[in-house]
């Protein structure tokens, strides 16, 4: 026996050494690593993957049980529990590529079809026509991977729709809570992965916890919004508490649902999301929808990234939320090419309520609180009252009761949950609170189902209570509230929560790459738990109002990989008011690191006129010229015979239907892209660029002619920073457009100076 038909990666004599030293650190402590081996280097004695991966571990540990998972689509390699001396004898190994420890990921939590203009009955893709190819979307599976779902919301009923594809390979898991029966023809697919956090938690200790059973079903409410807020059935009379009342649905109703539980009580481990992307991918899903990431690793140590890529190569769709960390810049979450990463804006739905200050000032904030209310007569106001020095934040155990006790009291926002705040109010004895924004979140005002009346409002508002209550000996405030307002204006609005760029893995390619409704969301809920997420809140909905970044393609293309290049060129920067998108962060104009090519526009996306079409290949030339190693090129392409022949000068030189221009030490920055015409031929383009006064930005050629549908053409920007122009550490954005009469085609321009 040669020494590659054993563990396939040390010779024999080294072997018996090696288990002897095993047995000397198996008591050390050990954690989840993801091991990462090369592509195709299985020695042909194993005869699957498994086998082979499974010989090289046990070729370093005694524990029968350290292998976790074993990944064949989205990942080469396999998760274990490993130590410290265990890892190090595993990155000796010439098949391994390195190995990671596993990376705890965050949620992004999130009258839309409405406000985007999608059909109300039918949902956009039924009966559509683009690009030559017709695609029911009774046909499209979408696979959501967060904290699972729950199965009895009449959001996945599947009154009316025919049979299951026959493609499909998913199943529905049981547990001790979750019957395969409840999967029906719209929810297809129900399954869990919790080995990662098995390990992370000391072994299975965690299921003795009544509210962390082993099974598919949604404990924490995430899953089953985001589920239904991407594909959810219609159903009227739907709302929270009262609020929103109306029909509740999903950006494709018709679409399927397929869960993958990856997410549980501390958060969501790398080695769990990579099984669910393995497992969607050999399952069959059209669109991964991920509302969870975190970090700015490089490529070929994040996860989500490396099973996406495969993810695309297969045609499957791949949208993940750009993160909740807004308005810091850079922190951006989900910033790979092949992903589309979606922010958050605001709706044109309200929730008002408001504050009448003893002074008769009536200030306007927003509010979910459905319970009784205060009454019309005023009570005491208080604000940083005691010695405790965290009691403007309402932390726990910050409010002496002494002080509030029937009293309304105002709590800065910031540091801990905003519902936890009224929660600490009411404990200490407090009647109401006013939840007043900071600087940090500006005029951004999210509602919340509060347990106490409760008011949020604007840091502008905030400051003007706050000075009344410095100003007046006995301040005094009462709280109303108002219901649901539509029609409001301006939307449109960045959320301040919204995670901006630019994109600190790769400063050339803009990110994030559009907004899409997230405030404010009306979807299906868990009913295990209550609307603000509180183990105290023991009230019960079928349906919760929630925040957070998420976007489903609703779009009729056979393969919806092609949808990113496809939504990118036909976006909208103007509001509901013809004005540019504002950012409720700052109470400025937004810009395109906050909302990328700008605001979704499905209707116009259905016939683009042009796109920019990225192929594998492409991509690879990309990854190349990141000046990354073959073996990491590999590890993200899982292919054995790249070498990197083809690379672009630059990485902003990928044909991604926007511009990122760094200007470090040079004056001059060249991209060229490639547009392909589908829409009619003879179709005759020209260009309009704006850009700032410091840099000068040329077009050529800036008349593009496509005489058939389906002609490629090339152009080629330049841009050159003017001499004398002083910009260190400032950004400037603008834009190139191609357009006819029937089209315009719009990439943004984000051009900076210095890096950060």
């Not at 929808?289 to 490396?306: E, K, M, V």
């Not at 726990?396 to 709590?411: A, D, T």
């Not at 509060?450 to 301040?475: F, T, W």
Request: proline content about 6%; some cysteine.
């Amino acid at each position: 026996m040669g020494s590659s038909s054993m563990a396939g990666i040390w010779p024999l004599a080294v072997l018996p050494l090696l288990l002897s030293l095993s047995l000397s650190i198996s008591t050390t402590a050990k954690q989840t690593y993801i091991v990462h081996m090369k592509h195709n280097t299985k020695p042909d004695s194993f005869p699957t993957h498994h086998d082979w991966y499974a010989a090289s571990l046990q070729s370093v540990t005694s524990t029968p049980d350290s292998l976790l998972y074993t990944y064949t689509n989205a990942f080469d390699g396999y998760a274990a529990s490993l130590s410290d001396e265990e890892v190090e004898f595993l990155k000796q190994s010439q098949s391994v590529v390195d190995v990671y420890e596993d990376t705890l990921y965050s949620l992004h939590t999130t009258r839309t079809p409405a406000f985007l203009g999608l059909n109300t009955d039918l949902g956009l893709l039924h009966g559509h026509q683009a690009m030559g190819v017709n695609q029911s979307s009774n046909d499209v599976i979408v696979g959501v991977l967060d904290t699972g779902i729950w199965p009895e919301s009449k959001s996945f009923h599947d009154s009316g729709m025919p049979e299951i594809p026959t493609r499909w390979k998913g199943a529905c898991e049981s547990g001790p809570d979750f019957s395969p029966k409840l999967c029906n023809k719209k929810l297809i697919g129900a399954r869990y992965f919790s080995k990662g956090y098995h390990m992370a938690s000391g072994g299975r200790s965690f299921l003795k916890k009544p509210k962390e059973t082993e099974s598919p079903r949604d404990q924490d409410g995430h899953g089953t919004h985001t589920a239904s807020t991407a594909a959810g059935s219609q159903v009227a009379n739907a709302s929270l508490l009262g609020y929103a009342s109306g029909t509740a649905r999903g950006m494709a109703t018709s679409a399927r649902v397929a869960s993958y539980k990856v997410c549980w009580s501390a958060g969501c481990f790398g080695s769990d999301i990579l099984a669910g992307m393995d497992r969607a991918i050999e399952d069959g899903v059209d669109v991964m929808s991920l509302s969870l990431g975190g970090g700015s690793a490089p490529y070929y140590r994040d996860t989500i990234a490396i099973g996406a890529f495969t993810a695309m190569e297969r045609g499957i769709f791949v949208s993940c939320s750009a993160g909740n960390s807004g308005p810091n810049i850079a922190s951006l979450a989900n910033v790979a090419p092949w992903i589309m990463t979606v922010g958050a804006g605001t709706l044109d739905r309200d929730f008002p309520a408001y504050a009448v200050m003893g002074n008769k000032k009536r200030l306007a904030g927003v509010s979910l609180y459905s319970g009784a209310g205060m009454g019309k007569k005023p009570v005491g106001l208080v604000y940083k009252k005691g010695s405790n020095s965290t009691c403007n934040l309402c932390m726990p155990g910050s409010l002496e009761p002494q002080l509030v006790r029937g009293k309304v009291v105002i709590c800065d926002r910031g540091i801990n949950p905003r519902v936890e705040k009224g929660a600490v109010v009411r404990d200490a004895g407090g009647v109401g609170m006013i939840l007043a924004n900071t600087a940090e979140s500006g005029e951004e005002l999210v509602a919340d189902s509060h347990l106490l009346p409760a008011v949020a409002v604007g840091r502008k508002v905030g400051d003007v209570i706050r000075e009344y209550v410095k100003s007046d000996p006995n301040p005094t405030a009462v709280l109303s509230f108002a219901g649901t307002v539509l029609g409001v204006r301006p939307s449109p609005v960045v959320a301040a929560f919204s995670s901006r760029g630019p994109n600190l893995v790769t400063r050339e390619i803009l990110k994030p790459d559009l907004i899409g409704p997230g405030v404010n969301i009306l979807a299906a809920w868990s009913e295990t738990i209550g609307p603000t997420g509180l183990e105290t809140d023991t009230r019960k909905t079928q349906f919760n109002i929630m925040s957070g970044t998420l976007l489903t393609p609703s779009l009729p293309f056979a393969n919806l990989a092609t949808v990113i290049i496809v939504l990118l060129v036909f976006l909208v920067c103007l509001d509901n008011t013809n004005s540019p998108l504002q950012d409720a962060a700052g109470g400025a104009l937004s810009n395109p690191w906050a909302h990328g090519s700008g605001h979704v526009d499905p209707q116009k996306a259905l016939s683009p006129g042009l796109v920019y079409d990225i192929s594998t290949d492409e991509y690879v030339a990309f990854l190349c010229s990141l000046d990354y190693t073959i073996e990491h090129v590999q590890a993200i392409v899982k292919r054995p015979n790249i070498n990197c022949s083809r690379k672009f000068n630059n990485p902003g030189d990928l044909n991604y239907p926007s511009f990122s221009v760094v200007f470090t030490n040079n004056r001059v920055v060249r991209y060229t892209r490639e547009l392909t015409n589908v829409g009619a031929a003879g179709s005759i383009y020209e260009v309009a660029v704006t850009g700032p006064q410091a840099v000068q930005v040329t077009v050529k050629p800036s008349k593009l002619v496509f005489k058939n549908v389906g002609d490629k053409f090339r152009y080629t920007v330049t841009f050159v920073a003017r001499k004398g122009a002083s910009l260190t550490g400032r950004s400037e954005f603008g834009a190139i457009v191609w357009r006819n009469a029937q089209h315009q085609v719009r990439s943004p321009v984000a051009i900076s100076w210095t890096q950060l």
